[in-house]
Structure formats: C-alpha cells, structure tokens
C-alpha cells in the first residue's frame, strides 16, 4: 500500500521568507511524487512532480521540492513567499504506471502580509 | 486547450436519491479518475477509467459506480445517496500513454453535493 504524510496542519510564513511544506512517503516501490496545490471552491492545481533522475525538481509559481530517497521525503520549497501563495497544498504518490493517487491530508499555508 | 470540466458545479439531494455527476477530460485525455475529498477523510480514490474500462478501484461500497464513453468523457453515479456522502467530487484527465510513461492528471473544478 502507498502513504503519505503530511505532518503539519498548517505552516505560517512571513511574506518574503523561505517556505517549506513537509511530505513523507511510504511506498513498497519506486515512488512517483506530487505536489498539488488547492485555492478555495477550486479544484487542485498541478505544482511539480518527480519521476526519475535529479533529485531537485523544480515546478510552477518558483516553487520546487526535494527527493530524498534514504528520508522517504519530497519536501515543497519557495524561497521567497507571497501573500498569494496562501492555499491548502497536497502531496500525493502514486506507483509506476498507476493513476491511482494516494494523498496526504493536505497543509494550509498562510502568508503573512 | 480547455480544461476538464465537470458538471454540475453544485447539487443538493436528499437521502435515498441517486445523483450522476459528469466529466469531460482535456481533449486528447484517455483517462479519467475520480476523487471524494471530504473535511474527515481527505481526497480519497473512488475509481480510474481508461478506454471505457474501469483500470483501478478504491475502497467505495457499489453504491458508487462509473463509466466511460468512446469520446472519454466520464459519469459518475451514487445510489440510495447518505448523509456522508456529502463532499467535494473531483474529476481529473491523464493522457495515460501506458507502460513505461506517466503523465501528471489534470484536475477539474469538482462538483460539491450536499446530501440533506
């Protein structure tokens, strides 16, 4: 079975400051990760994924996140928040070559003006 | 492209009722997956078709089914409908170019029912 989990129920940021959004899998496998971000009455919203290779991957909106395979963690990062990074984020994973997306309670992220 | 759609957006039923929800993938999308995604429980797989064949289950009573058309859009159906079945029904299209690639899914708006 795949698991993730998001430990947090909500992180505050100051705008301006680096952000993290915490993630850790358990799958029996080579996982395949996600970061899926939600604005209210929307649906989710693609931010990055790994497959494979580099271990950083970089996504949408300068946000990207780090695989690291002896963790079992694909933590979420931006730099610099904005107001308007506020949302609830997801990760997800799912295995090779299945559609079938298990998700972490998801982490509401509120920036500071 | 336009995005995937699904319809329609809100929907009040009663208990007993029976509600089909629909979803139309980004063209050229071959699969499309459902998602309950409720306060207690969070987003939850209900089912995946591809080609008008159901490829994965989730953990659903029968009460929840599906389907595929050829031109892949997708319905979804609750029967003799609960107070828990309340949520946020999200729909999302994936190119699914089969073994050995993988394409992220793309996610609709949802459908919010309100089960009185």
């Known amino acids: 079975a795949q698991s993730v989990a998001q430990p947090e129920d909500q992180v505050n940021v100051a705008e301006g400051n680096p952000l993290t959004v915490k993630c850790t899998y358990s799958v029996s496998g080579n996982p395949y990760l996600f970061w899926y971000v939600q604005y209210p009455n929307r649906g989710l919203q693609f931010l990055l994924k790994y497959i494979t290779g580099d271990n950083l991957v970089k996504g949408s909106y300068g946000f990207e996140a780090e695989f690291n395979k002896s963790q079992t963690s694909f933590h979420l990062k931006k730099p610099s928040a904005l107001v308007s990074d506020s949302a609830l984020y997801f990760c997800a994973v799912t295995l090779y070559g299945n559609n079938r997306l298990a998700f972490g309670k998801g982490n509401q992220v509120v920036v500071i003006p | 492209k336009a995005g995937v759609t699904q319809t329609p957006r809100y929907l009040i039923k009663t208990r007993g009722q029976q509600v089909t929800l629909s979803c139309s993938p980004i063209?050229?999308?071959?699969?499309v997956s459902w998602y309950q995604q409720t306060p207690g429980q969070g987003l939850q797989f209900l089912f995946e078709y591809f080609s008008e064949t159901q490829r994965n289950k989730g953990n659903f009573p029968g009460r929840f089914s599906g389907r595929q058309f050829s031109n892949s859009r997708s319905e979804m159906n609750v029967s003799t409908l609960e107070l828990g079945d309340s949520a946020l029904y999200l729909c999302a299209s994936s190119q699914r170019a089969g073994t050995g690639d993988y394409n992220e899914q793309f996610f609709g708006p949802g459908t919010r029912l309100t089960v009185l």
């Open positions: 063209s050229g999308h071959r699969s």
